[in-house]
């Protein structure tokens, strides 16, 4: 259950690579379809914002003259996995947005970090 009515202001994007304070009155991450107002075209809903995403990807340098044009996989090994997008602890205009790739060891637990289900 995510504890509601915060009054704390949260950094967010403006779209425009500025940063602003805004509240979306939720203390820590936002329940699943708190913001059904903001569905894509397709329906799709929470792909920004509340958790870093894990992948099932190993990180490596990407290169697009390299890797597929859709899901690249990356190495087979390595010490780091991607995470994706950014969380409710981001703070640089860059990590706001789900198109963001960084990485970190997989052993690594956080509140701001999780992962998508999907079907």
Do not use: I, K
């Given at each position: 259950?995510?504890?509601?009515?915060?009054?704390?202001?949260?950094?967010?994007?403006?779209?425009?690579?500025?940063?602003?304070?805004?509240?979306?009155?939720?203390?820590?991450?936002?329940?699943?379809?708190?913001?059904?107002?903001?569905?894509?075209?397709?329906?799709?809903?929470?792909?920004?914002?509340?958790?870093?995403?894990?992948?099932?990807?190993?990180?490596?340098?990407?290169?697009?003259?390299?890797?597929?044009l859709?899901?690249?996989?990356?190495?087979?090994?390595?010490?780091?996995?991607?995470?994706?997008?950014?969380?409710?602890?981001?703070?640089?205009?860059?990590?706001?947005?789900?198109?963001?790739?960084?990485?970190?060891?997989?052993?690594?637990q956080?509140?701001d970090?999780?992962?998508?289900?999907?079907?």
């Amino acid at each position: 259950m995510c504890p509601v009515a915060s009054t704390e202001l949260y950094v967010a994007s403006t779209g425009s690579g500025a940063l602003t304070s805004v509240s979306d009155t939720f203390v820590h991450t936002a329940p699943v379809g708190a913001f059904a107002q903001t569905a894509g075209p397709f329906g799709h809903l929470d792909l920004a914002g509340n958790v870093w995403e894990w992948t099932a990807d190993w990180y490596g340098a990407f290169s697009e003259a390299s890797e597929p044009l859709e899901s690249p996989s990356g190495p087979q090994a390595g010490s780091q996995r991607v995470r994706r997008g950014g969380g409710w602890l981001s703070t640089a205009p860059d990590e706001l947005r789900g198109a963001h790739r960084s990485s970190l060891r997989p052993d690594v637990q956080g509140p701001d970090l999780g992962f998508r289900c999907a079907r």
